[in-house]
């Protein structure tokens, strides 16, 4: 079965940081479009990030410079290192996968997602 | 960065009915449109991909349309399992990868 499970989340000051982890089964995260999108408490959705197969990554400009986005092939997770963190960035964490139909994947059309993981960001 | 914008922002119906939702993009994104739903205290789920192909498991109640900068999601007969938020998302250009505001279906 294929499942995503973030973890990582909490309660973290102004300009700390947090590594949010998404722990995959049932496929391999190196060989997939990954992905990070992010809600705020009774928002919509804003993407965050994406790795492609290669390693290449993208950003939003809200978190570019301060955000990372990596794989781990031996323990096939993804991660995400959040430094400098605002108050605007309190919000659940999604982690999803490009989504695959059959034989063939669309890099950017994202299922499944994980459940998320609730970052908050107050002093 | 293309603007997605959903109208209406809330849908009032009740179970059996149709529902229309709209998404208009700021410019041309072809058919490269997408719509998710997301349930109260659930991750979204992908429903339509490229404008009008459904998603695996995704019943045939769901239809997509559209091309260009106005989409459309069709649910011919409403179940109480889809009251829920939907998004539509664009892939044409990106990054940004772009969401719109979201419709909230709700019962009426």
């Known amino acids: 079965e294929v499942q995503l499970v973030e973890s990582g989340g909490g309660l973290v000051q102004p300009g700390g940081s947090l590594r949010l982890s998404c722990a995959a089964s049932?496929?391999?995260?190196?060989?997939?479009?990954m992905t990070w999108v992010r809600q705020a408490p009774g928002k919509g959705l804003e993407w965050v990030s994406l790795i492609y197969t290669d390693g290449t990554t993208k950003y939003a400009d809200s978190v570019k410079g301060r955000f990372t986005l990596s794989r781990d092939t031996s323990t096939n997770t993804l991660f995400l290192q959040m430094n400098s963190l605002r108050p605007e960035d309190t919000a659940i964490y999604y982690c999803?996968?490009?989504?695959?139909?059959?034989?063939?994947?669309?890099?950017?059309?994202?299922?499944?997602w994980g459940q998320g993981t609730l970052v908050t960001v107050s002093s | 960065e293309i603007v997605l914008t959903q109208s209406p922002a809330t849908l009032s119906l009740s179970p059996g009915e149709r529902a229309t939702l709209s998404c208009r993009a700021s410019?041309?994104?072809?058919?490269?449109l997408a719509w998710y739903q997301q349930r109260p205290g659930q991750a979204p789920r992908l429903l339509i991909y490229d404008a009008s192909n459904r998603a695996t498991g995704i019943p045939a109640r769901f239809s997509g349309s559209g091309s260009g900068t106005d989409f459309t999601l069709t649910i011919s007969s409403l179940e109480p399992e889809d009251f829920a938020v939907y998004y539509c998302?664009?892939?044409?250009?990106?990054?940004?990868?772009?969401f719109g505001g979201g419709t909230k279906v709700e019962i009426k």
């Open positions: 998302q664009q892939r044409r250009n990106w990054p940004p990868l772009t």
């Open positions: 410019q041309s994104v072809s058919s490269y």
């Open positions: 049932g496929f391999t995260v190196s060989g997939n479009y």
């Open positions: 999803a996968r490009g989504y695959c139909s059959g034989a063939y994947c669309y890099p950017v059309w994202f299922d499944p």
